[in-house]
């Protein structure tokens, strides 16, 4: 009997200081993050946008640019300079000194490659190859691209989203394999290397021969980073209040709370908005169905939106409010005061049921809500996908609201394939939609309001979901992807323009601003950014795309809380 | 006996096809297109996200007639195949069923079988005297109607939260890649006692009522009865009862094993504990009809094993079907 007590208390003996003595990640050399992998990772295919392992772009593939958003400056990354020698040719000129992980130089040939290969297969950037006509290679360094139209707004969003990919190593793949293979074992240019993973991480280890090392003297700080895989809100907020996540980028409800809790967090601002914003929540409007085909209906429902109810207490003032245009405050410059002055709409219920009564909408069965104007029944739909807690408050404040001045409508929640389904083949009637986020020029807002290829839109998800359909608004969207980025003049006048038409139409309202949710816990790491003078202002977001709107920098200024 | 195996043998033949064949049909039969949900997220012109499009009917084996698919999907199943997920894609459905088999296992195997000797033999007790039937019958009732999540979020923020004692979250820590080293082993155990525990407690009080309701059946049976009035002890009698009313215990085991790797679903979504059940959830959630199918298909296998373990075992068991077998030979 003494005998089996023994075993069973050595056993445990060695089980807790197994558990104690046998970490394989040290804590002081190890970041763990969260919030942007919902699944188990399944690929690391930089070309798979939406897919792809947390970072698989940004500390593995790594770009030509990176472009700040806070200070709306492009910073040379894989690329050494880039310039437009005349109106339809960009030279660029790559780096020299840049090896991929498995030690081969980076050169042009392997740009010109990575380029091409959207030429050959269809990948998120192909549609580039319908106004760019070649790429020459003038050296081993430098390429030129020559342009049959030159879209020089659209043109610098792929120098910083475009991933360079390794031509040894990808020349030999098959087609289909370059457009949705797996890509396991991953070689890039980047800070980090693939690791391992299992179905709750994914886990990058520190390139110790990455260019910026020599080249820029920056050095990321944590030797391993460990992404962990979300598998619901409250698990995620468990995980942060325990310490164990160091950097969370999920929506997390009750900040202030948090923030005063003792945990160690905290957020890019101090206090309200707590976050930057990082796109907006717009009101989707199907236009092709009535009452939602008159302007003057939608004015209304505009009008009758309380969007400080929401701000206040849904998000407990996490967000802000849009301005009129539905511009980020990172475009506050080309919104034009004159405009919105005039035409822009906020909270105001009396003009609401007065916009309504002018235009025919009365109550003619005595129920509360008016009727279309040949008396059938108003009852719409509002959608949102199930499970987006914040949203689903946001869409029920929104029918009360309407309500109150007589419009019905209902919340919904589908499953989330239910509700892009229904914006896709625009089956809904009213949605909330944030698809287009920061990005390094305002014409991607407008390519996304008045996006042009109606029919196209079930298969690219491309905006406009409403379907609203004005050659006018078309032709300036195109004529201001045509300005040269530098000439703020003349975008100011075209956006003015378009936010003329936008704010006398109203195909899409604007509502409020999302944030790049970022709690950071100073438990094992410090030197977050924020927005205080005395720190760096990079991005503390892990989603993808983020990655090289500087978040990559954010990891080179960290430092551990115990020093090795 | 023969016959009687060779029968029960050929009904389960029969019974799998039909299974399989109707697992086979509803993912084909479902509303919705997951293939066009995969496409969009990639944002391409409509030329382009028709070559896409080809290459995932391809990957997906969709190009060939139905007839054809189905005999594919016979012929892939015999060599292990379930086909591709297309929530994880590219990952096949069976790499993605195994990693998760294994936790599904270590959580469920012990507790169904720990919670099953314990209730059996605390309901046993129950039926022996007035005071013990009225302290484990009410526990009993109370454990079996709690519901699995509550109790498990209950005590994940009992444990976790509050103590700090017990790790909530995972199937092993963090910080941590499997390997066979006592840190693992110790972690691994660290996190699966409090699924363990909510599973454990609530199975436990459904075994203890049934098997309590069981015996005070059988002491009212005549043979208690008669063997009362030859004067046998009271611990004979009580034997007797319990090798027949642990018949119908076993049938209800078999069954309890046989859904195993349907998972305890809501116990593991607490706990973000890595089976099936969580696995099923997310399948449907994303509409990955294969992985639904190929976790479907574990439970049929699954269920069809336990039955035919079952009739095995009641025939060793229970003289009666014996006799009755021989009656037919």
């Not at chain 2, 909510?198 to 199975?203: R, T």
Request: charged share 15%; proline share 5%.
């Amino acid at each position: 009997m003494f005998k089996k007590i023994a075993m069973l208390a050595l056993v445990i003996v060695l089980l807790c200081a197994g558990i104690a003595f046998g970490q394989v990640f040290e804590r002081s050399e190890t970041l763990y993050t969260g919030g942007k992998q919902w699944g188990p990772v399944s690929n690391w295919n930089p070309l798979m946008t939406g897919n792809y392992a947390t970072g698989t772009i940004g500390l593995v593939y790594e770009t030509l640019f990176l472009y700040d958003p806070l200070t709306d400056k492009f910073m040379p990354w894989l690329a050494e300079s880039g310039q437009w020698t005349d109106a339809l040719t960009y030279e660029l000129k790559v780096r020299q000194g840049v090896n991929w992980s498995d030690g081969k130089p980076l050169t042009a040939d392997d740009v010109k490659f990575t380029f091409e290969l959207g030429q050959k297969t269809a990948l998120n950037f192909s549609s580039l190859w319908s106004w760019l006509s070649s790429i020459t290679k003038v050296d081993d360094y430098t390429l030129g691209f020559k342009f049959k139209s030159a879209l020089y707004q659209e043109w610098d969003n792929y120098l910083y989203n475009v991933p360079m990919l390794p031509q040894h190593l990808w020349a030999s793949k098959d087609l289909k394999d370059v457009a949705i293979g797996a890509n396991e074992k991953p070689v890039g240019s980047g800070p980090y290397l693939y690791f391992a993973y299992d179905q709750t991480k994914m886990v990058w280890a520190k390139n110790d021969n990455w260019w910026a090392i020599k080249a820029l003297s920056l050095s990321v700080a944590p030797k391993y980073i460990v992404d962990l895989v979300n598998t619901s809100n409250e698990n995620s907020l468990g995980l942060v209040l325990q310490g164990q996540e160091d950097l969370n980028n999920n929506y997390l409800p009750g900040i202030s709370t948090l923030l005063t809790g003792g945990y160690a967090l905290h957020t890019y601002y101090p206090v309200a908005p707590y976050h930057l914003a990082a796109n907006t929540a717009w009101l989707d409007v199907n236009l092709q169905k009535k009452p939602m085909d008159d302007v003057a209906f939608r004015k209304a429902l505009a009008y009758s939106i309380n969007v400080a109810d929401i701000v206040s207490r849904d998000y407990g003032n996490m967000v802000q409010a849009a301005n009129p245009t539905g511009l980020l405050p990172i475009w506050d410059k080309y919104v034009d005061q004159n405009v919105v002055k005039k035409l822009g709409i906020s909270y105001d219920p009396a003009k609401a049921k007065q916009i309504l009564a002018a235009a025919g909408y009365k109550d003619v069965n005595g129920d509360g809500f008016v009727e279309n104007k040949d008396k059938s029944l108003i009852t719409l739909k509002i959608i949102v996908p199930n499970g987006w807690s914040d949203w689903m408050a946001a869409i029920q404040i929104i029918s009360n609201s309407t309500k109150a001045v007589g419009i019905n409508v209902q919340p919904d929640y589908p499953d989330f394939n239910g509700y892009l389904d229904a914006r896709l083949k625009g089956t809904f009637d009213l949605a909330i939609d944030n698809q287009a986020q920061v990005s390094n020029t305002p014409w991607s807002y407008y390519h996304f309001i008045f996006y042009d290829k109606l029919a196209d839109i079930p298969t690219t998800q491309g905006g406009n979901y409403g379907r609203y359909n004005n050659q006018t608004a078309f032709d300036l969207v195109t004529q201001l992807d045509k300005l040269a980025t530098n000439d703020l003049q003349g975008m100011k006048a075209v956006i003015s323009k378009l936010q003329t038409i936008q704010l006398t139409d109203l195909p899409i309202i604007p509502l409020w601003y999302n944030g790049m949710w970022a709690q950071m816990s100073s438990a094992n790491w410090t030197n977050w950014p924020s927005s205080a003078d005395k720190d760096n202002h990079y991005l503390p977001v892990t989603w993808n795309g983020y990655w090289n709107m500087t978040s990559i920098l954010m990891l080179t200024q960290l430092k551990p809380v115990v020093a090795k | 006996m023969r016959r009687y195996f060779g029968r029960k043998l050929l009904i389960y033949i029969f019974t799998f096809v039909l299974a399989v064949t109707i697992d086979w049909l509803i993912p084909r039969f479902m509303p919705g297109n997951p293939i066009q949900i995969l496409i969009s997220r990639a944002g391409l012109k409509a030329e382009s996200a028709n070559l896409i499009y080809s290459y995932y009917i391809q990957a997906f084996g969709l190009n060939v007639p139905i007839w054809q698919q189905y005999l594919n999907f016979w012929n892939a199943l015999f060599h292990g195949d379930f086909g591709i997920s297309i929530w994880l894609f590219p990952q096949p459905v069976i790499q993605i069923i195994m990693r998760a088999v294994p936790f599904d296992v270590l959580l469920l195997l012990p507790a169904i079988l720990v919670s099953w000797f314990a209730g059996n033999k605390f309901g046993a007790y129950a039926a022996r005297s007035k005071w013990l039937d009225n302290t484990i019958s009410p526990l009993g009732y109370i454990l079996t109607a709690t519901p699995y999540m509550w109790l498990g979020i209950v005590l994940g923020w009992l444990f976790g939260i509050i103590l700090r004692i017990l790790p909530f979250s995972g199937a092993y820590s963090y910080a941590m890649m499997p390997s066979f080293s006592w840190a693992f082993v110790g972690s691994l155990l660290e996190h699966w006692i409090l699924p363990f525990a909510s599973l454990f407690l609530v199975m436990f009080g459904g075994w203890a009522i049934g098997m309590r309701n069981m015996i005070i059946y059988e002491l009212e049976a005549d043979y208690s009865h008669y063997l009362e009035a030859l004067g046998a002890p009271k611990k004979l009698i009580r034997q007797y009862a319990f090798r027949n009313a642990i018949l119908p215990q076993i049938t209800g085991l078999a069954l309890q094993l046989g859904v195993i790797v349907a998972g305890a679903l809501v116990t593991e979504i607490v706990f973000s504990y890595p089976g099936i059940g969580y696995l099923i959830l997310q399948a449907i959630q994303n509409h990955d009809y294969f992985l639904l199918q190929g976790c479907f298909l574990f439970i049929i296998i699954g269920v069809l094993l336990a039955n035919f373990a079952i009739d095995i075992t009641y025939v060793l068991v229970d003289p009666r079907t014996r006799t009755g077998m021989q009656g037919e030979g």
